[in-house]
């Protein structure tokens, strides 16, 4: 499967913004999809997941982002609300083959698909 991130942008502290990760080919309804994040001179971080319906989230964005899944148009989003300028970061999203039956969020090494990043930079 290949995956497409889209939706960054510059956005002024408190803003919002919605990411899509798009498959393309087949699409995501056995996949688990996760939601990652590099900051300039750091280390990407997973910061969220969702499984069937599971959803998993990291301290850092719990209780402002959002994932959910449509899997009739084969897109994963993530509503990010109340955005930070430590949220600045390119976004990666990457697919779990069979991953919705999974009963916990997979490691990062078990994602099998990756898609490119998409730069969200919160600055007023």
């Known amino acids: 499967v290949q995956l497409q991130a889209f939706g960054g942008g510059l956005v002024q502290p408190g803003g919002s913004l919605r990411l899509s990760c798009a498959a393309f080919?087949?699409?995501?309804?056995?996949?688990?999809v996760g939601w990652f994040r590099q900051a300039p001179g750091k280390e990407r971080e997973r910061i969220s997941c969702i499984t069937d319906d599971t959803t998993y989230y990291e301290d850092p964005v719990k209780g402002r982002f959002t994932i959910s899944r449509d899997n009739a148009k084969k897109t994963v989003y993530l509503r990010m609300n109340s955005l930070k300028p430590e949220d600045t970061a390119v976004y990666y999203c990457?697919?779990?083959?069979?991953?919705?039956?999974?009963?916990?969020?997979?490691?990062?090494?078990?994602?099998?698909?990756w898609g490119q990043g998409t730069l969200v930079t919160v600055s007023s």
């Open positions: 080919g087949v699409g995501l309804d056995y996949y688990a």
């Open positions: 990457a697919a779990d083959t069979y991953g919705v039956l999974r009963d916990d969020a997979p490691t990062e090494e078990e994602y099998d698909y």
